[in-house]
């Protein structure tokens, strides 16, 4: 079965005049080598005279560009886009001087404050390759993300705020570098008031102190296929895939879905409550708004308890939000504290046009709720990392907003979806299958994973010759709607973020105490999904499992971080396996949820479930 939105030439050129390029592509999209389509091939342009300094010789300099609203520090600013180009400019020119130039790569570990998006900015300033990493990640996945880019420098904030407690973030960087065998030349702290970070002589740099002296850098050109930037991704493995995005592909993609999706423009403003670690923050809090000249608002803190479940639509008030975009966990945090929604009616909302989810499967009755209480379309749409922007939802532009609730909607212009079975036939209509996306990718979606073109075509293009494979499963139904159900691969979601129970596996084998271990995503009313561990000790291993459990539990918050949200671990004698030793983890998962199982027919030893059943009861789960 496909589901096809227009994707021509026309349409990509039409959206690509919405881009200052400093010279003209030669070859619309170039597909010469294989699956990794080159948009706009043989132009130049700079992401980041697009979003800042464009508007500002337009005559924008007074508009407001960015918003930093915090409640876990109780401070706002607004910075216009005149403010932006002075920051932007001058932390370009520290980077420089600190010998930073196009094509290299620099890592940003921070929390979000304004100077995060500056940095962002600054590197696609000079056309370097920038690699946000997400501040709940602990040191080693800081260590592998520096290990496979092998950034220049590194910019980093002392700490980030939570609401429970300061994150000393420079101790992580810290103990990353050390773990990495590569080693950055410079890292510039941004010291925050609430805790100041020590600094290593000789290699960290005050980053207010590097303002001082710091000359305002211009625009470098790139070319339209550069990398703009890495952003790191689970994969089926504990190692992180390195998802590459480029600069035109990426500015006209954006800037079509801002005016054709999310209808969005000049003045207006936008507000993804996401975190600019992940993709969501990259291209809905940083790029897309900026591109097109709206006002975004970055957001320090929580749905829930920073400080209740109605911050999110003061904040809307405040600043009369016209498009909300968040995770569908958001919303299920905000209906479990405010049931009644009392804090929506307390606000007056009245500009907010609909609330757009995406990040994990948005269950109907958070839709129903979400629709009964705030009065307006609540669009659920479907993306990855990968592609960057939205593959499937309903625009909001347009006079028919026509939802089926469970669906994530039709395909976006730019791809053609569909669904097809481990033959590559296409399925009929209702059955699931593998979800897949035809060739070419549109503009934006990922050209490479960095350094790495034979993981890109192994993972992503060879189980179905012609197609991109997500790794979601669905089907569609006879009106073209979508439905993603399930991931097909080890992938788990868990409060909207992506992790990869293999990566978590990884980490738990390597406790001395444990022989095999297996871990699943286990349904949560909040959270969507949580990660749950099931582990065989080794012989000789000590007995006391509350210890050994305890010990996991710290492992997985020390080694991935807390944002893996890792706290259940049982012990059984032998894991249910097939003869041919492959472990039943789905079978495991539906245990733990409570469904019923039919005992597989390729089970090993039956026994083996009773084992799993009672550790799963032993965790309240089941
Ligand atoms: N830096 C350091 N630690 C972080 C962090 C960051 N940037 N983000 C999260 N953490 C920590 C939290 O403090 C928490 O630690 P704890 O175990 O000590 O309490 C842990 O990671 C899990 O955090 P989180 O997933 O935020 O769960 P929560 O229970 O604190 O809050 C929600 C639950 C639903 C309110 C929260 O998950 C949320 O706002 N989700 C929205 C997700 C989102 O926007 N996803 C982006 C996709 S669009
Ligand atoms: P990420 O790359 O972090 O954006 O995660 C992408 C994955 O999240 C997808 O492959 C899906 O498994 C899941 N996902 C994102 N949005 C949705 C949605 N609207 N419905 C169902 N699953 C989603």
């Not at 997400?134 to 220049?152: M, N, S, V, Y």
């Not at 994150?167 to 609430?194: N, T």
């Not at 740099?205 to 790191?232: F, N």
């Amino acid at each position: 079965m496909t589901s096809e939105a227009i994707n021509t030439d026309t349409y990509w050129e039409t959206a690509a005049q919405a881009v200052d390029w400093f010279s003209p592509w030669h070859t619309l999209v170039n597909t010469e080598d294989g699956p990794g389509a080159k948009w706009f091939d043989g132009a130049t342009c700079n992401t980041c005279h697009n979003a800042v300094d464009r508007h500002v010789a337009a005559g924008g300099a007074d508009r407001a560009a960015l918003i930093y609203e915090s409640p876990v520090t109780g401070s706002e600013k607004t910075y216009t886009y005149g403010d932006l180009q002075k920051e932007v400019a001058l932390l370009a020119g520290v980077l420089a001087a600190n010998g930073v130039c196009k094509g290299d790569r620099v890592i940003i570990y921070m929390p979000m404050v304004p100077e995060a998006v500056f940095a962002m900015l600054a590197c696609a300033r000079l056309g370097a390759i920038h690699s946000v990493v997400f501040g709940g990640f602990a040191d080693h996945e800081l260590a592998k993300r520096i290990q496979d880019a092998t950034p220049k420098l590194v910019l980093a904030a002392s700490c980030g705020i939570e609401p429970s407690r300061v994150v000393a973030y420079k101790p992580l960087l810290d103990s990353a570098i050390k773990l990495s065998s590569h080693k950055p030349g410079c890292c510039i702290i941004l010291q925050r008031e609430q805790l100041k970070a020590e600094l290593v002589e000789g290699r960290d740099i005050d980053w207010a102190e590097a303002l001082l002296s710091a000359s305002p850098h211009g625009v470098v050109p790139v070319a339209a296929t550069d990398p703009l930037y890495i952003l790191y991704t689970s994969g089926t493995t504990g190692a992180p895939k390195g998802v590459v995005r480029d600069n035109g592909g990426h500015m006209a993609a954006l800037t079509a879905t801002m005016q054709n999706f999310y209808g969005v423009g000049a003045g207006d403003v936008f507000w993804a409550a996401s975190d600019i670690g992940w993709v969501v923050g990259h291209s809905y809090i940083v790029y897309a708004p900026l591109l097109v000249g709206a006002t975004t608002i970055l957001f320090e803190g929580k749905p829930v308890g920073t400080p209740d479940a109605g911050v999110f639509w003061r904040t809307v008030e405040k600043y009369k939000v016209k498009a909300l975009f968040t995770a569908p966990t958001a919303i299920r945090a905000i209906r479990r504290d405010d049931p009644t929604g009392s804090f929506i009616k307390k606000a007056d909302i009245s500009t907010l046009k609909a609330l757009f989810l995406a990040g994990e499967r948005a269950d109907p009755p958070t839709i129903e709720w979400a629709k009964a209480e705030l009065n307006i379309p609540v669009i659920d749409h479907w993306w990855q990392t990968e592609l960057g922007w939205p593959a499937l939802g309903v625009p909001l532009v347009g006079a028919d907003i026509h939802i089926k609730t469970g669906s994530a909607g039709k395909p976006v212009t730019g791809f053609t979806v569909l669904t097809l079975d481990e033959a590559s036939r296409p399925l009929p209509t209702g059955e699931m299958g593998d979800i897949v996306i035809k060739l070419p990718l549109p503009p934006g979606a990922f050209p490479a994973l960095w350094q790495n073109m034979e993981g890109y075509k192994k993972a992503y293009f060879s189980k179905h010759a012609g197609y991109y494979l997500t790794g979601d499963a669905g089907y569609i139904d006879d009106d073209g709607f979508v439905y993603v159900m399930a991931r097909t691969d080890d992938i788990i979601n868990v409060a909207g973020h992506r992790l990869s129970t293999g990566d978590m596996e990884e980490v738990i084998a390597g406790h001395p105490a444990v022989a095999e271990c297996a871990v699943m995503g286990v349904s949560d009313p909040i959270k969507g999904m949580i990660p749950v561990g099931l582990a065989v000790l080794s012989s000789g291993a000590g007995v006391d499992t509350a210890v050994i459990g305890r010990e996991i539990v710290t492992r997985v918050r020390d080694q991935i971080g807390p944002v893996a949200a890792f706290k259940h671990v049982g012990f059984v004698k032998q894991l249910p396996k097939t003869r041919s030793g492959k472990i039943l983890r789905a079978t495991l998962r539906k245990i733990a949820d409570g469904e019923t199982v039919v005992t597989p027919a390729t089970i090993d030893d039956p026994l083996t479930l009773e084992y799993a059943r009672n550790a799963f009861k032993g965790m309240g789960l089941g």
